[in-house]
């Protein structure tokens, strides 16, 4: 089962109950289909304009992506449910979690004024698109993102109050879901004071914004998110899942900070060197700083003042005296030391087999990968 963790596997097998053929993310897939065809079918007798933001909203959510929320979900709650108990009524859930993904994609996007996402231009730059020969296409494109992102908000709330359960889960549900709204905005804003003020960061700081912004809202909390769907939890899984969670977390950003500097364009869907051009002060770029790696033709200089404008020789450059620097193996073995570490808090915990082996792969492929 631990092989069919991710969706490169989706076909081969579920996660689930014996006699099924669709996988876990082909559900979740489904779920979020239905659910966004009846919301653009509702707009849509409101007003033409408001089919259009909502099919919009609705080609941003299904573009692809890893679905790693509700898959750390689905195994958090795997881990601690009783045998045989079907997950098909708890997908609302799960799928809300991607719902709430885009809405934090989106507007992540307006913030870093990024031009793709997964190889597809970033919803404001559709929107943009949409009316270009408007006096302020950009403004426009960034207003209806922002609102595309609310939306998203909402109907993730919508969607996890299709969940049945007890009233006692629900509470518990919907804690672990508030905060990881929370710490996940919390994160976002220090990681936009980051790029504004990047004297204040540290690589301690630096850690924290992974923690609050990635660590959060990716692992650590679907993980305790899908072990209050299970019912009351157990003490000693929670604190497993809270520790790993925090641990691959951190890995899982630790690997985008590489990504956005060494990442292939062709497979990250971003262009290369997003986080030179921004300044945005990561462990990685931070570390290299403290290595003396930050020098440009004009001299010695933190590219992290936030003037970006680097011409493409000059990331060319930056990028190879960060390889020179040793920052990158440097962050490989943080990395490393945060997986194994997670994969010992999973080893004591009191948690069905089946969702120990598949959480110790997901660790690996998750901080792992190409993009």
Known sequence: ?????????????????????????????GTLADFLAAQIAALDTVDPALGGLARTTRDL????????RPTFAYWGWRGAAVAGEPVEPLLPALAALELMHTFALVHDDVMDDSATRRGRPTAHRIFAGQQAGATDPDRFGASAAILVGDLCLVWADQLLARTPMPTATLFAVRARYDRMRVEAVAGQY???LGETDPDCFDIDRAL???????????????????????????????????????LVGEAFQLRDDLLGVFGDPAVTGKPAG????????????????RLGAFMT???AVNPAEGSGGFNPAQIELLTRRIAESGAPARVEAMISERVAAAVAALADAPIEDDARAALTELAVRATQRPA
Do not use: C, W
């Not at 959510?61 to 790693?68: D, N, T």
């Not at 990716?218 to 497993?240: E, H, M, W």
């Open 190 to 192: 220090l990681d936009v």
């Open 1 to 29: 089962m631990a092989n069919d963790t991710l969706e490169g596997n989706r076909h081969r097998g579920i996660p689930r109950q014996a006699g099924r053929s669709t996988t876990l993310l082909d559900a979740v897939e």
């Open 274 to 289: 997003d986080d030179l051009r921004t300044g945005k002060p990561t462990t990685l770029l931070l570390l290299a700083r």
């Open 208 to 246: 924290l914004v992974a923690r609050l912004k990635t660590a959060s809202y990716t692992v650590q909390r679907p993980l305790q998110f899908g072990l209050a769907l299970a019912g009351p939890a157990d003490p000693a899984i929670d604190d497993a899942y809270l520790r790993y969670g925090e």
């Open 297 to 299: 033709p004009a001299g």
């Open 61 to 68: 959510v299904l573009a692809g992506g890893k679905r790693l």
